[in-house]
């Protein structure tokens, strides 16, 4: 039997047009601006820059790339950028000795730094430290 204009099923809009007793409205996003962003980090976690290039030169004069030096075994410096609400011993500004192999590295604002987490850290000197030190006694 053919279905008459008046039936419920033919007054049902359909699926995919919106009336507007059913249409939600969404807010727009706002526009993440990366200038004004400011960057909070969780638990004990530190970003350093370091200060150490990742190219290496041999006592030759050879160019060694980050990429085909072996794993470093030897601890590194670098000055402390971010720090996280549950880090005790180091704070914005100081320098920090830790092991290269136990950091990841993070890319924030086109500059290449490094995370690290609180146990991580060997060392942390003050960086006011340079310019108060007064030189050392030679024999």
């Keep these: 039997m053919p279905r008459s204009d008046d039936s419920p099923a033919s007054k049902r809009p359909a699926k995919g047009s919106a009336t507007s007793?059913?249409?939600?409205?969404?807010?727009?996003?706002?526009?993440?601006?990366?200038?004004?962003d400011e960057i909070r980090l969780t638990g004990d976690r530190l970003v350093?820059?370091?200060?150490?290039?990742?190219?290496?030169t041999s006592t030759g004069g050879l160019l060694i790339p980050a990429t085909a030096a072996p794993a470093p075994k030897r601890l590194s410096w670098a000055d402390v950028v971010l720090v996280g609400p549950d880090v005790r011993v180091a704070s914005k500004g100081d320098r920090v000795l830790f092991l290269p192999s136990s950091a990841l590295e993070v890319e924030l604002e086109g500059e290449d730094l490094i995370l690290l987490r609180e146990r991580d850290v060997q060392a942390v000197t003050a960086a006011d430290d340079k310019a108060e030190r007064s030189p050392g006694q030679y024999l």
């Design 48 to 56: 350093v820059r370091s200060t150490d290039g990742a190219e290496r």
């Design 21 to 36: 007793s059913t249409t939600k409205t969404r807010k727009a996003r706002s526009k993440k601006s990366g200038a004004g």
